[in-house]
């Protein structure tokens, strides 16, 4: 089961900035585990895009940006472009579960 | 080139099991920790399990706990996935990845990084 809430679906045109939201509890992201997000293409695995809450590996662009605050994490998308459509995934780790958590995923369209 | 190779999945019977594996190159995997990711057709991605990079150390999710069996090969540099008793609910695309805590000096809670293309898995009479 996701423990982590984001919202099913953003959307916005070529250019915007759209933000992905993230929202955990007091036994994942509100304890202080750190959020992590995943880009997922169509018919594609997924693909690292922010670790440690604000990180990018190489290679990511820096229109893609993460933040953290109490009990959710948000990822933001600047200069947004037809290439970013794509499923996008938190994770963090549970105390309660013992287990690594997943978001439920947000589907990005570009208009 | 770092790559991951998942390969054994296939056609099931409801009750029945399955060996999945994951190949690796271009990178130690005799020291690092790996997992393995599923994701329904149609749906979000679920954390199925966790090994140390010496095997000695494992933990499993609620849902396949006591029915998968996660191990691994360091001299071969594979990963496996033993999978018994399934059900339709096993359904899934299956991928492992590479496990990472720490990166440019500072430690996180664990992420994976790269993830193999997956295989599927479909358990179905």
């Known amino acids: 089961q996701s423990v982590l809430t984001q919202p099913p679906s953003v959307s916005g045109a070529p250019g915007q900035r759209v933000t992905i939201s993230c929202t955990g509890t007091?036994?994942?992201?509100?304890?202080?585990?750190?959020v992590h997000w995943y880009q997922q293409l169509p018919g594609a695995s997924p693909k690292l895009l922010i670790y440690?809450?604000?990180n990018r590996p190489s290679g990511v662009p820096d229109r893609f940006s993460g933040s953290k605050s109490a009990t959710s994490a948000s990822l933001a998308i600047t200069g947004l472009q037809a290439e970013d459509e794509a499923d996008y995934y938190c994770q963090s780790y549970d105390d309660r579960l013992g287990a690594y958590v997943f978001g439920t995923g947000t589907k990005v369209t570009v208009l | 080139e770092v790559r991951l190779v998942e390969s054994g999945g296939g056609l099931v019977q409801p009750g029945g099991s399955l060996r999945l594996s994951c190949g690796v190159s271009g990178f130690t995997f005799r020291t690092s920790w790996m997992q393995w990711v599923r994701q329904g057709p149609g749906k979000g991605l679920e954390w199925v399990s966790r090994?140390?990079?010496?095997?000695?150390?494992?933990s499993y999710a609620d849902s396949v706990k006591g029915r998968f069996t996660i191990s691994r090969d360091n001299a071969q540099n594979t990963l496996f996935l033993q999978m018994s008793s399934l059900t339709v609910e096993d359904t899934a695309v299956y991928y492992c990845?590479?496990?990472?805590?720490?990166?440019?000096?500072?430690?996180?809670?664990?992420?994976?990084?790269?993830w193999g293309q997956g295989t599927l898995v479909t358990v179905s009479s």
């Open positions: 007091s036994s994942n992201i509100g304890t202080g585990f750190d």
């Open positions: 440690g809450n604000t």
């Open positions: 990845g590479r496990e990472w805590d720490c990166s440019k000096g500072r430690c996180f809670t664990e992420w994976i990084d790269p």
């Open positions: 090994i140390n990079s010496d095997g000695s150390g494992t």
